[in-house]
């Protein structure tokens, strides 16, 4: 029995992401993880061991790939600074006491929180919830899934997130480009987070009485108390943001500058200056408050292992180029039932297994990506396709069991796993509906790159 060329790549590629997710079962870190497949793809393809070092030496003097570098590095650098300092911490109980509206407490909080990329950073924003709900009667399980669920509302179209700038760094476009095709989405993620978590409460922020009883807790009084108004402005609490409000201004301007003076000038090379504004106003803003020495915020495992990560993204996709994968691939015809099942079943497996954006992306969009690649047919659809991608991902790593976020969160408000699970399962579904018809609109309306 013969197979086609075509059959045979399916199948090294199905290989590939069998392994991938095995060996994430052994706890490995995802960079060695995606070496693995990197040592999988090259040893099946015949790639000669001798010519491996080259593949790493052509990835580590990529312009891309040394932007990509720069640009997470400033980003996660910017994000330790913020909270080093107590910045953070200052712009989100500041506003706590100036904000009177109970459901909007709740949804600000976590969301705020939300805006800066820092894994498990939904514990931050625990004791806000709970300060903010004192007088609310509603279960610890509500107030784990309000803060568990906006504090994500922002990663699929927040540009700030390392995920996101990996996905344009892979794609090689402008962070400001994918972002007109995904802010949507943190809308659609608004509005079902506060129709399933929030719409039955009333002006005073009580539930109905069904299983939001066992509500408040001793402690709730005390974090209430450390929050009252001390006569701090509203206009030297928002100081607090200066360093946001400085990067994504500086990204509007200097995008329109080195566009007029500067057109070839790469996304990631005007999106980096934004980020060395917005990370000297807060070393400014934060001058004798930083609780961790500089070198330490910036040369950290934290950061090691995400260099490392972006390294084996570049070789894995390097090696799949090089092994002629993808080639069988470029006879494929639109097959609307197994493109669309790839784009949603990979990115969605990936985040159930690595339960965070980076890791969906470093898995699984390499492939997708040299897919869309090899396949001509394909082209004119790759801007929904890959906003399809991302949107089955962060459905999946809503749902892991391995988010950070998921598991401080639970044990914080002293909840069982399960039950969160079980009520994120709908609102996580109909985010993958609206999202879909999302991408549906775009395919209707020719959104291209």
């Not at 070789?315 to 799949?320: A, L, N």
């Not at 980076?358 to 898995?363: E, T, Y």
Request: one cysteine or more; glycine letters at 8%.
């Amino acid at each position: 029995m013969e197979f086609s060329e075509t059959t045979i790549a399916l199948c090294k590629l199905l290989a590939v992401c069998a392994t991938l997710m095995a060996l994430l079962r052994f706890h490995l870190p995802l960079w060695l993880t995606i070496c693995g497949g990197c040592l999988e793809v090259a040893v099946f393809s015949g790639i000669a061991p001798a010519s491996w070092p080259g593949l790493v030496a052509g990835v580590l003097t990529n312009t891309d790939f040394l932007l990509l570098c720069l640009m997470i590095f400033l980003i996660m650098f910017l994000s330790g600074i913020q909270d080093a300092t107590g910045q953070s911490r200052k712009l989100v109980t500041g506003i706590e006491r100036h904000l009177r509206h109970p459901r909007v407490r709740l949804v600000l909080f976590p969301a705020l929180v939300g805006l800066l990329p820092m894994p498990g950073g939904a514990l931050f924003s625990c004791p806000m919830i709970r300060a903010a709900a004192k007088d609310m009667k509603i279960s610890e399980c509500r107030k784990a899934l309000v803060n568990y669920w906006f504090r994500h509302i922002w990663e699929a179209a927040w540009p700030l997130y390392p995920g996101y700038a990996l996905i344009c760094g892979l794609l090689q476009i402008p962070l400001s480009l994918y972002w007109r095709y995904t802010f949507p989405l943190v809308f659609c993620a608004l509005g079902i987070g506060w129709f399933f978590f929030l719409r039955d409460m009333d002006a005073s922020g009580t539930a109905r009485p069904e299983a939001d009883a066992s509500s408040s807790r001793p402690e709730d009084a005390t974090c209430a108390e450390k929050s009252n108004p001390t006569g701090e402005r509203l206009g030297d609490v928002l100081l607090n943001a200066s360093p946001l409000a400085v990067t994504l201004g500086g990204a509007a301007l200097f995008t329109l500058l080195f566009d007029a003076f500067f057109p070839k000038m790469p996304g990631q090379a005007v999106f980096s200056f934004s980020l060395a504004l917005g990370i000297g106003t807060a070393f400014w803003q934060g001058r004798g408050t930083r609780s961790i020495p500089l070198h330490k915020l910036a040369f950290n495992r934290g950061m090691a292992r995400m260099m490392l990560l972006l390294l084996a993204l570049f070789v894995f996709k390097d090696t799949f180029r090089v092994a002629g994968i993808m080639d069988a691939f470029s006879h494929i015809e639109t097959s609307a039932l197994v493109i669309v099942s790839a784009f949603v079943i990979l990115p969605m497996l990936s985040g159930i297994l690595t339960g965070i954006m980076v890791g969906f992306v470093g898995m699984c969009f390499p492939i997708l990506i040299a897919i869309l690649h090899a396949a001509p047919a394909l082209q004119a659809h790759m801007t929904s396709l890959i906003v399809l991608a991302t949107v089955a991902g962060n459905c999946g790593q809503l749902l892991s069991p391995v988010h950070v976020c998921l598991v401080v969160t639970g044990e914080y408000f002293n909840t069982n796993l399960a039950e969160m699970w079980q009520r994120l399962i709908v609102p996580v579904a109909l985010s993958l509906l609206a999202g879909s018809l999302w991408v549906l609109c775009l395919y209707i309306f020719g959104a291209h790159f």
